[in-house]
């Protein structure tokens, strides 16, 4: 039996916005004023949800949602009893996009809504969260004293200050009987935990190269720029505003260079690990208005079934989806950006979404730890630049705290079986050894679960895991890099405090040895290098032979990958140059490089991370010596 995984992907995107202070009323709830909205918007209106469906526009590809609402109350505008507006963002067939300029909204939720016709007909929020005053019932029925104090003064100002009538029943829609989208539960906006970005079930999303020692690329395209910006100056910003996120968590960052992306930012889900960030809105992706720039990331998604572990690890407690890729578009033509320090306290904003973090609020607020961070929603404008604040440091140390979470590495098995018995007593037949890393601790507990028993049995001692097969069969040997396998278990590591991105243990193959005594070779390769599937000792084709003179046996040139019948063909480091070492493989393998400056002493430690190649012809990784005379390297494959 072979089963599927599917790997579900979602997109974040988020705005900032820059807006005059004074027009800021946190008393009404507004986050600008009446006035203000009532000039910018044609139709205004108190309405109740009664139907959420997203669906992707098959011109562009881009995810939308079509949200339907019950006028409950016109303030200005002539609306049908049930209007439709179109919001981007949703989730479609496994992939997801959210944006800031789109807020969330569910069944049942009662709002106002200032709304705004756009270019292609369709009705949409005016500014994003600026545009909605979400309302809230008592136990008695009616809204909060405040609340209704506000809505009060939409009535007042709809009799006192008659406005033209702008007419959207064109825009008419009936409910129908699927599409609905339920309220999730906890925070009914559904934006944010603990100050952290989420998907709809709550869990947030963090980059995991930090974990690794590794980190973060980031590349710019800077083909227009504001008004009388130099590259030089825009670059520096950029660079400090990865600092400034730098300083405050465990995330690290690498300039890869200035290119020219030829499309938005936003719409690249290359799944590198690459955060892209586009210096301009060449493309039109952000909407007109005060807005001044978006960032968001990619990032898989989904607990791992009964475990509820995170593809992104667990810090102090939390479940992480893993981010696989992040950007920022700047709306370059805004001449707020013309200011460097707001140039760069935008960027730092749109990098802190990037890294996961939500809006320390979406309205206006007397908390000044809210107010003062870089999160806020909108932009200070006050030339602090990169400076970050308490609050917006302790939210990205939720998810990248110095003391990172340890990390490990996917397994492969190829089984063989026998019909005269075991073979896991062989050692390194049938078993792998899981190995974690931590960059602070090597004090890791292992633990596995989810083991299927499609095929055999998983058995975990200490951390070696053996695969028992009940019976004697074959099987194709499946691709490791694909999403099939036929039996798998999931492991993952902890310092006691954090935990490691789950990982895999899959089973390939199931290779037949008709051996009396199987040796664990199956009886295909042997056929293959030695033209017969018994071991013979006269071309010394048994399992402790070494046919080729290169030391190696021929169970151990299996296990390596390796021709038995070619001395060449053997686990050697294969290239020396400057910095660099290659060596042959067998692909989808872990190895270590470990280094010394005295071989005679014994003392090899580990040099940088575990590589897994992906093919057969060989592996290579950089290595850099330190100011010691010599310095030597050795390969060692991982069980």
């Known amino acids: 039996m072979v089963f599927n995984m599917r790997r579900m992907q979602y997109l974040f995107i988020f705005a900032i916005v820059l807006l005059v202070r004074s027009e800021v009323r946190g008393s009404s709830g507004l986050p600008v004023s009446l006035t203000g909205h009532w000039q910018q918007v044609g139709t205004i209106f108190r309405g109740t949800v009664v139907e959420v469906q997203a669906f992707r526009n098959p011109t562009n590809g881009m995810i939308y949602t079509r949200t339907l609402w019950r006028v409950d109350e016109t303030y200005k505008g002539k609306q049908p009893p049930v209007v439709r507006l179109v919001q981007r963002g949703g989730e479609v067939g496994g992939l997801g996009m959210s944006d800031d300029l789109s807020p969330r909204f569910y069944i049942g939720e009662e709002c106002v809504l200032f709304v705004a016709r756009q270019t292609d007909g369709t009705l949409s929020v005016q500014d994003g969260h600026a545009g909605v005053v979400r309302l809230h019932r008592q136990a008695t029925g009616g809204f909060a004293p405040e609340q209704a104090a506000l809505l009060n003064k939409m009535r007042l100002a709809t009799a006192a200050v008659p406005a033209s009538i702008e007419d959207v029943t064109d825009q008419a829609a009936t409910v129908t009987a699927d599409g609905f989208t339920a309220a999730p539960s906890g925070d009914s906006n559904g934006t944010s935990t603990n100050g952290l970005l989420t998907d709809n079930s709550g869990v947030p999303a963090r980059w995991s190269q930090p974990d690794r020692g590794e980190p973060i690329p980031y590349l710019v395209d800077a083909t227009y720029l504001p008004a ?70 990619y990032y898989t998604i989904g607990l791992l079934t009964n475990a509820n572990w995170g593809t992104g690890g667990n810090v102090a407690g939390m479940e992480f989806n893993q981010s696989q890729g992040g950007f920022v578009v700047l709306k370059q033509t805004n001449s707020s950006l013309q200011t460097l320090t707001t140039f760069t306290e935008v960027l730092t904003h749109e990098i802190g979404h990037v890294l996961g973090l939500a809006h320390s609020s979406n309205v206006a607020t007397n908390d000044p730890t809210l107010t003062n961070s870089v999160m806020f929603y909108l932009a200070h404008a006050d030339g602090r630049g990169a400076r970050l604040n308490s609050y917006d440091t302790n939210v990205v140390r939720e998810a990248h705290p110095f ?98 991105p789950y990982t895999s243990i899959k089973v390939l193959s199931h290779n037949p040895d008709y051996d009396a005594v199987s040796d664990g070779i199956p009886d295909a390769w042997m056929t293959n290098y030695f033209g017969h599937a018994a071991p013979q000792a006269g071309d010394k084709s048994r399992a402790g032979d070494d046919a080729d003179g290169d030391k190696l046996t021929n169970l151990q040139e299996y296990m390596a990958g390796q021709n038995p019948k070619l001395a060449s063909s053997a686990q050697r480091i294969s290239l020396v140059q400057t910095n660099t070492l290659q060596w042959q493989t067998k692909a989808y393998e872990l190895y270590e490089i470990q280094s010394t400056t005295n071989p005679a002493s014994g003392n090899w430690s580990r040099y940088g991370n575990p590589v897994i190649p992906l093919s057969a012809t060989g592996a290579m990784a950089n290595v850099y010596a330190p100011s010691a005379p010599r310095q030597f390297f050795r390969v060692v494959k991982v069980p």
């Open 403 to 500: 003391n990172t979470p340890p990390y490990t590495y996917p397994r492969f098995m190829d089984i063989t079986t026998s019909p005269y018995g075991a073979v896991t007593n062989i050692p390194g037949i049938n078993q792998i050894q899981l190995r974690g890393y931590d960059l602070q601790s090597t004090n890791l507990v292992m633990t596995m679960t989810n083991a299927t028993t499609g095929t055999g049995k998983f058995v975990v001692s200490n951390n070696i895991v053996s695969f028992v097969v009940p019976i004697f069969y074959g099987t194709p040997r499946l691709d490791p890099a694909g999403n099939s396998f036929y039996d798998i278990a999931y492991a993952r590591f902890s310092d006691g405090t954090n935990a490691s």
């Open 228 to 297: 009388g910006m130099t590259l030089t100056n825009a670059l520096s910003a950029v660079s400090n505003a990865f600092a400034a996120w730098s300083t405050a968590s465990s995330a690290r960052f690498i300039f890869a260079g200035t290119t020219n992306l030829g499309q938005t930012a936003a719409a690249i889900n290359a799944n590198d690990g690459v955060i892209r960030v586009q210096l301009h809105d060449a493309y039109n992706f952000i909407p007109a208005g005060s807005i001044l720039g978006e960032g968001g990331s």
